[in-house]
């Protein structure tokens, strides 16, 4: 059965055709529900809150885009809706207290996808929570901030702050982070 039909299928309240889109998109959005929830019951919790709202909300759904990102979206919320309940996102520094702390853009690109997951999980909540939507995501900070009732400039702080801490975590030497601030002030400094 292809996509629209599924789709189709589930508006239809077919419980065959459900189960049948949940066991294909589950896996991945656990991925992204572990990358935000650290303890794993957690973290299939908000994805079993995150499916109820795919499946009550999935006339929402135009077909504009992709459907696996309308899910994400939906997974990535929940996520944040869980961390914002559990008071997991309290954890600010403004941008003032971070500047100048910056990361070469090589790092991260050299390393497997296992190795950066398992370096994710031991940042702190509000840390790891900004990187991955910036950086895995693709939200703006200003997106950020709205989601996770911040302010820009605390989005800002949080993710430099992450890049630092992964490098220190990384050991990655003076000599070589010099290097990369060259190189990064174009890609990062705007952004940033």
Known sequence: MNEKALITACLQEDRKAQQALY????????????RYVKAPQDAEDVLVEAFFKVFTNLHQFKGEGSFEGWIRR?????????LRR?????NHVEVETAAGLRITP???EELAAGEILRLLDQLPMGYRTVFNLYVLEGFKHR?????MGISINTSKSQLILAKKRLREMLGVGEGERERGR???????????
């Open 23 to 34: 066991d294909h998109f589950a896996p991945a959005m656990l991925g992204v529900c572990k």
């Open 74 to 82: 939906i997974v990535v919320n929940e996520s944040l809706m869980f």
């Open 86 to 90: 559990n008071h997991h996102l309290m």
């Open 106 to 108: 090589s790092v991260h």
């Open 143 to 147: 997106e950020i901030a709205e989601l």
């Open 182 to 192: 060259e190189g990064e002030r174009g890609r990062l400094g705007e952004e940033v």
